[in-house]
């Protein structure tokens, strides 16, 4: 009776808490605010502290920081080397400078103003350095900047403040006030497990994971690439764990070790729906947790602290921007837009909070203080876009290929790597364009690697997968496989969510290309259509045919192939305006060749 129960009241709360998540999100979403102000006031209002309709956010926690094991998984991914070394100078340099600089103000400001140690100043202060990825970057995609100057700079520094994570949990973790559990090994023996445990994961993922992801391709079961994905997330987080070190670093590092992998694009789709589900139930769990007593005692404290952590990080990443070369329209800008405090800082706090640094009222006051620090996000970009920022049209876009999240973006997406992608291919690279490669053959992508290319497995007609690819920002996708397979119901979603990319398409045969009519292609061409009018010219000529016919008979049936091919596509019936295909019967009057002419005048 007690599990029975147990399971409907899970079952009840699940209920509850996907049902106000969704809608205080759909309502935070349409207020400007964003998603995580939404989970956030949510789970405050469910929780112990409003309603009481949700209790045990503890136990609740617990299964929620998964999300953030994902989520620096997914940030490990990021790292692709030719990444980082094209943005070092703004994710090592002008992301370190942010990082080091807010959070030395910060905690400045918070040990001379409230009284606290040294160490719980730390703790609070290096956290509210952090700016929120999941707003800013939502907003950088909406107004279109991701591919600007400016977009790439906050995208290095978001994501310099997210590898940060790991060395503050580190410092918080070296602060702690906190016995050693029973069997901790000391520091000096944790260090040498660190080094241990990355260099173990990482020849894990070059000759077990990364071998392990080709056979599961090989067997074309998305439900096993799934799993096996979760499995590396969580295995390396679990070997962590038992090493007495964070999960988050070993869920980072396998990640990193991926990054450079063809399944990278694969994996990060297969994650992200359990990363956003897993990432909302802890700000939900956040929220649940915070004392609202304690905030509702000191509302002026919070309002002033958060006025001045978003002034402090306002005027000190201006003086940042400005000494790395930046105009004073764009630095004030970058300054606003990175102001707020993010959501990695509820974490750090719930780590602070444990290492017995701070107490569990002064996390709930800072937890509201960069609440309200993130609300004031929308208002100041509406400052900012009226008054300070430039047009989008007056920054220097990124060129084909050097654009996107971080500036990886292709500018096409070839998907199909077989012999007729290859040429596709080869030709836009010609022109130096940016051309990201997917097929789902592991075969093909292993030849592929012997020849210097980089081809990333996955099915390219996923909306996710090719999310993950760059094609929000891509200018083409070129769908070049094999078969009749690619329907209207496959593509369609495709350019539902890309509506900036021109979608072109390798069409099988005539009805291929009469189904493919239903669609709004820029393009669709028969595989087979050119190589066999090549073919064709060559065989006119093999039979002795004058140049000058061989020439007329192309064009004409090139003329008459098109007609007919625009009348089927028209009326959908394949037999439509058959009595324009050549029979001998139907023959060209080419009238005599050159050389009978010759001939005949010379008789005469």
């Known amino acids: 009776m007690n599990e029975t129960h147990g399971a409907t009241l899970l079952l009840q709360d699940g209920v509850l808490l996907l049902g106000v998540a969704i809608v205080f999100v759909l309502l935070f979403r349409r207020l400007g605010l964003g998603a995580t102000l939404g989970y956030l006031v949510a789970g405050a209002l469910i929780g112990p502290q409003g309603l009481g309709l949700i209790g045990d956010a503890e136990s609740k926690m617990g299964i929620a920081e998964l999300g953030i094991v994902l989520l620096l998984f997914v940030v490990g991914l990021e790292l692709h080397p030719n990444r980082l070394w094209r943005l070092k100078r703004d994710i090592f340099g002008l992301g370190f400078a942010q990082v080091a600089l807010c959070g030395v103000a910060i905690t400045a400001m918070i040990y001379y103003s409230t009284g606290f140690s040294i160490a719980a100043a730390l703790a609070l202060g290096l956290p509210l350095a952090l700016s929120s990825t999941a707003q800013v970057l939502p907003m950088l995609r909406s107004a279109g900047r991701m591919n600007t100057p400016s977009g790439e700079r906050t995208f290095s520094v978001l994501l310099f403040q997210d590898l940060s994570i790991v060395p503050l949990i580190t410092i918080i973790a070296a602060l702690s006030r906190t016995p050693p559990a029973p069997g901790t090994p000391p520091g000096w023996l944790l260090g040498v497990y660190t080094v241990g445990a990355v260099v173990g994961l990482v020849l894990a993922g070059r000759f077990i994971i990364n071998p392990l992801f080709r056979l599961v391709g090989k067997l074309g079961e998305r439900e096993l690439f799934v799993a096996a994905g979760l499995f590396t997330v969580l295995a390396s987080a679990a070997i962590m764990e038992s090493l007495h070190l ?42 649940m947790m915070l004392d609202l007593h304690v905030v509702a005692e000191r509302p002026l404290f919070i309002i002033g602290m958060a006025i001045a952590v978003v002034a402090t990080k306002a005027v000190v990443m201006f003086g940042i921007a400005k000494a790395f070369g930046i105009s004073n329209r764009s630095a004030l800008a970058f300054g606003l837009l990175l102001s707020q405090g993010g959501e990695f800082a509820f974490v750090l706090f719930a780590q602070a909070k444990e290492a017995l640094l701070i107490r569990p009222e002064a996390a709930s006051l800072f937890g509201a203080i960069v609440t309200l620090s993130m609300a004031t996000t929308p208002f100041l970009m509406m400052i900012a876009r009226r008054y300070i920022a430039p047009p989008v049209d007056s920054e220097t876009r990124a060129g084909p290929g050097e654009g996107g999240a971080g500036g990886e973006a292709p500018a096409a997406i070839v998907v199909g790597y077989g012999r007729f992608g290859q040429t596709v291919a080869q030709m836009l690279m010609a022109a130096g364009t940016k051309v990201g490669l997917i097929d789902n053959k592991p075969s093909q992508i292993d030849l592929s690697a012997d020849f210097g290319m980089k081809v990333h497995y996955g099915d390219g007609t996923r909306v996710e997968l090719l999310r993950t690819a760059g094609a929000a920002d891509a200018r083409a996708i070129i769908f070049c496989v094999d078969g009749p397979g690619l329907r209207k119901k496959e593509l369609q979603p495709v350019l539902n969510a890309f509506p900036n990319a021109a979608v072109l398409v390798r069409a099988f045969d005539r009805r291929h290309m009469m189904d493919l009519a239903r669609l709004d292609l820029a393009g669709a061409v028969r595989e087979t259509f050119e190589s066999a009018v090549v073919l064709g010219r060559e065989a006119l000529q093999a039979v002795g045919i004058e140049q000058d016919n061989v020439e007329t008979i192309e064009a004409e049936y090139r003329r008459r192939d098109g007609s007919r091919l625009e009348a089927q596509m028209a009326s959908g019936d394949l037999r439509a305006e058959k009595e324009k295909m050549f029979t001998r019967e139907r023959a060209l009057d080419l009238g005599p060749a050159k050389g009978d002419a010759d001939r005949e005048g010379g008789e005469a």
């Open 246 to 287: 964070s999960t988050a670093l070993g869920a980072f590092i396998a990640g990193v070790m991926l990054a450079d992998s063809p399944y990278r694009h694969e994996l990060e789709a297969d994650v992200e729906p359990f990363r956003t589900i897993l990432l909302g139930l802890f700000f939900i769990a956040v929220g």
